[in-house]
């Protein structure tokens, strides 16, 4: 048990480095990845309904504002900072060469869910890349694009 | 070094897509977090708040009702001068705090806190006894005049005027028919991705604003008339914006109070509205036409008479002034009609602030005359596209002078016709629906015309910098905020320069670096403010041509350039990077040009089809959405087509699932459980072609603009879809499933 006011020790590993941080309980994994520094991590609703918080916990994607950080505890966190390498993965290039994004605020969610996406299903139709994205919102671009990004994504193999 | 009219990449997507943007709430200054008490009720009187417990709450600095922080300010935000005329309007400037609560979620104290839990806690904490007063909150309702949202005003009615051309009387008299039209829009919310948020730092009588706006210097000028604060002391900073569509340009009693509360601290104050928050800060549309069309059997229209009425939500914001005053302008749109007679009425109700959304007005009257044209051609059993193509105006009448006196300025809308029908396969698909039908399948086919006034000025600021490295540096007042304008920019400059796109970095939204500015709305950026930049940079090429001269020791009439070469006229050479050091080695030195552009509106148009498919549930889906537009010259098709796509998404929404519900208490649902922004499964196939041979505008750039166009005219195309496939009438967005369902159960029996 945890007394109201104290703190946890979280012990998590954020794009392969590790992260221990004392967080009080109630904080969610969002703010305290963005607290630590990782703003490409964004909040768009609050609700887990908009998808731009997407990161991956233990390599399967998560809506971060719906998870406390203590849920963490012991994971490994990989977030868009994390995916590129040291240079832009496919699907970051993808999505710039194909006009996927505009104001970019949902890019980052986006680009996360696509990577765990094309982890569970490499090769993914149309239909299913609707399917598996569609907890993702853009209020920009009319989807038309990114589906197409994700596509040519996936034809790339590293 | 051709870039005008191909698709250039967008020149600063890596920061986006590396998550390196940085939008407001991402902004690293150290600054205290606020938070809002919001008023339960939809109009109520408060008797007393009580914060004790607040304070004591660990982590909270200070909490601020509106008699802490309403005197401190010298004015409030009104409508937005440059385009609405105050005197047409009745209205009360808004306070940083309300002290009678005028809709569920105004906010009436602001609690300041070192972290946003701390805040959250004490929110719940503060306690307001509140008086409950009548509410009115439907705008019909507000009409009556029976519960008034300000008693000071005396009346709901924040304007009302007629707008009346021709001579309506006779032409009802001459008519071979008179038809009823209606034409009604929801309330929307416009809902960028990204949450609004401020931080303001006021520091040694400084004020710096960090700012989730479209309208940098108009947010400097107000924040400088409310405070009394020198202009020169207030920097405003445009971060990355993620998204606006018109609901960023206005000023939120929250922005107020931050920047109020942080004079008062002399400490950073920061806040991001969450999605709920954002919700209630701007909604949009919300109106209704009722009339009547007068027509001749030929389906010639000959008038047009109706009255429409307007939502403003609680308190007139700075940007919804627009609709009352240009709706019934654009109400004719292309078409010859001339006897017109429009009582156009906004009024006040106790609801969120309405403010414009992509399209401001346009999309309405759009909508009002697209459902007069679709509604006449049934009554007289026309084809659509027939009857349209008999009221166009003819490209001989163009410049053409509207009933209201708007110019539009060149076009020629018959021919254009006959190409987008062509090109979108309007025949085709209309045989192709009614197979299907017959087949058992529930589809239909829908299309709809508009002509949208954009690129309003009355100017833009450019500046075009080359420096002793031969690097451009491009200063506009325009204030992309995800359409990509800045790639635009780029590349007319790169053009007009003859230069590497990747020489050049396009800079904007910055109070203290941009020397004046207007912003990023209403279609203009590529046209008022390209141009400006693209007049520029002619300018800074002049000189560097003086320069090469010198160089050459030779007249400047001698020197040609072309490509990154000065070329004399016996051959010899020097370059960019020479001449560009040069220009600041000797006399006269420097490569600097600004300008201030004025400019008028110019007239884009186009034709949209839209393909939809119901269910046996009523569900309906767009499955297809084609468009066709003269949007003049087109800079970046890539991006155009981008802003097709995003319009019609945003159109599909409108027209099937967006509806900003609110309940008899007043209370929004403020989360997207409730209000319906359409995901990749709801999204359509998009074709998108633009005009062979565009009719230009007088821009510099020749452009138009593209920006509003498909939400302009989408969900007029996808509401006759749906009557098409369904075979009956609806006149309102969104058309909800039920509301399908219940007339395929009518047809049946």
Same mark, same amino acid.
């Given at each position: 048990?945890?007394? !109201? ?84 993965? !496919? ?30 299903? !490499? ?34 193999? !590293? | ?44 009187? *408060? ?51 309300? +002290? ?427 046209? *008022? ?5 693209? *007049? ?76 939809? +498919?119901?269910?046996?549930?009523? *569900? ?17 098709? %890539? ?70 166009? %498909? ?39």
């Amino acid at each position: 048990m945890v007394n !109201p006011g104290e703190k946890v020790k979280v012990r998590v590993k954020i794009n392969g480095v590790e992260y221990e941080e004392n967080v009080s309980p109630r904080k969610l994994l969002v703010h305290f990845l963005r607290d630590l520094g990782f703003t490409g991590t964004k909040v768009g609703c609050d609700t887990s309904t908009c998808g731009a918080c997407t990161v991956l916990l233990n390599g399967k994607s998560v809506k971060s504002c719906t998870v406390l950080a203590v849920q963490a505890d012991g994971k490994e966190i990989i977030t868009i900072e994390g995916i590129g390498d040291g240079k832009l993965h !496919p699907l970051q290039e993808a999505f710039s060469d194909n006009f996927a994004l505009q104001c970019g605020f949902c890019t980052p969610g986006m680009i996360m869910q696509a990577y765990s996406l094309l982890k569970e299903n !490499p090769t993914p139709s149309d239909e299913e890349i609707k399917d598996g994205m569609h907890g993702n919102i853009c209020r920009c671009t009319g989807y038309q694009n990114i589906v197409k990004a994700i596509k040519e994504a996936s034809k790339v193999r !590293p | 070094m051709n870039y005008v009219g191909k698709p250039v990449k967008r020149i600063n997507d890596k920061k986006f897509v590396a998550g390196k943007s940085q939008y407001v709430d991402d902004i690293q200054v150290s600054a205290l977090h606020a938070g809002f008490v919001r008023s339960p009720y939809a109009h109520a009187r *408060i008797r007393s708040i009580d914060f004790s417990d607040a304070l004591k709450t660990k982590g909270i600095v200070a909490v601020f009702t509106g008699k802490d922080l309403n005197p401190m300010l010298k004015g409030g935000p009104g409508p937005w001068v440059t385009y609405i005329d105050t005197k047409d309007w009745r209205y009360v400037p808004r306070n940083a705090l309300a +002290e009678e609560p005028r809709y569920v979620g105004d906010p009436v104290a602001i609690v300041l806190g070192i972290d946003r839990y701390s805040v959250a806690d004490a929110i719940d904490k503060v306690n307001v006894d509140y008086e409950e007063l009548p509410a009115v909150t439907k705008m019909e309702d507000a009409l009556s005049e029976k519960v008034l949202v300000y008693k000071e005003l005396g009346t709901n009615v924040g304007y009302r005027k007629n707008f009346t051309s021709g001579n309506i009387e006779e032409a009802f008299k001459g008519a071979d028919k008179v038809i009823p039209v209606e034409a009604f829009n929801t309330r929307l919310i416009p809902s960028p991705m990204e949450p609004r948020g401020i931080v303001a730092r006021y520091e040694g009588g400084s004020l710096t604003v960090w700012y989730s706006t479209q309208i940098p210097h108009f947010a400097r000028e107000e924040f400088s008339k409310d405070f009394g604060i020198p202009s020169s002391r207030i920097r405003v900073i445009m971060p990355d914006v993620g998204g606006a569509f018109g609901s960023k340009a206005h000023f939120t009693s929250e922005d107020l109070a931050v920047v109020a509360s942080s004079i008062k601290l002399g400490r950073a104050v920061r806040w991001t509205a969450t999605r709920s928050e954002e919700m209630i800060s701007s909604n949009a549309r919300h109106n209704s036409f009722k009339g009547e069309v007068a027509v001749k059997n030929d389906g010639t229209l000959v008038g047009i008479r109706g009255d429409l009425l307007i939502d403003l939500g609680a308190y007139l914001t700075y940007t919804e002034g627009l609709q009352p005053a240009i709706i019934p302008l654009m109400v004719p749109g292309p078409y010859r009609v001339k006897n017109i007679h429009i009582t156009s009425t906004a009024v006040y109700t106790n609801t969120p602030p309405i403010t414009m959304y992509r399209g401001a007005s346009r999309p309405e009257a759009t909508f009002i005359i697209e459902r007069i044209m679709s509604t006449v051609a049934d009554e007289l059993h026309m084809d659509d596209l027939e009857l349209r193509e008999k009221n166009l105006v003819r490209a001989d009448e163009m410049p053409y002078k509207n009933p209201f006196g708007l110019t539009y300025d060149t076009g020629d809308y018959l021919s254009f016709m006959r190409e987008a029908k062509e090109k979108l396969k309007y025949q085709e698909m209309k045989r192709w629906a009614e197979e299907e039908r017959r087949k058992g399948r529930l589809v239909g086919i829908g299309t709809a015309f508009y002509l949208e006034i954009s690129a309003f000025g009355p100017w833009e600021y450019g500046e075009v910098r080359v420096d002793e490295m031969g690097g451009v540096t491009v200063i506009t007042g325009g204030t992309p905020h995800g359409q990509g304008t800045d790639t635009g920019i780029a590349q007319v400059v790169a053009e007009e320069l003859q230069v590497d796109i990747s020489k050049i970095n396009v800079v904007w939204g910055d109070t203290q670096v941009v020397a004046s500015g207007m912003g990023t709305y209403g279609s203009r950026t590529i046209s *008022i403010a390209g141009s400006a930049v693209k *007049i520029a940079s002619s300018q800074v090429l002049e000189k560097m041509k003086r320069v090469a001269a010198r160089m050459l020791k030779a007249d400047v009439e001698e020197v040609s350039y072309s490509s990154g070469e000065f070329t004399h006229r016996d051959g010899r050479k020097v370059s960019w990077d020479d001449v560009a050091r040069e220009a600041y080695a000797g006399k006269d030195p420097g490569l600097y040009s600004s300008v201030t552009l004025e400019g008028d509106v110019t007239f884009p148009y186009g034709l949209h089809l839209a393909v939809v +498919e119901i269910e046996d549930t009523g *569900i309906a889906k767009v499955k297809e959405y084609r468009a066709c537009d003269d949007i003049g010259k087109v800079i970046n098709p %890539a991006l155009a087509e981008a802003q097709i796509h995003g319009g019609a998404m945003q159109g599909v929404g409108q027209a099937l699932y967006e509806e900003a519900k609110i309940d008899e208490n007043g209370q929004l649902g403020v989360s997207y459980a409730e209000y319906f922004v359409p995901t990749m499964v709801e999204s359509p196939t998009y074709v998108s072609y633009f005009a062979e041979n565009p009719f230009q505008s007088k821009y510099a750039t020749g452009t138009k603009g593209v920006g509003e166009a %498909a939400l302009i005219v989408g969900p007029a195309a996808i509401v006759r879809a749906i009557e098409d496939a369904v075979g009956k009438r609806f006149n309102k967005t969104p058309i909800p499933p039920e509301e399908i369902y219940k007339a395929m159960l009518d047809r049946k029996s």
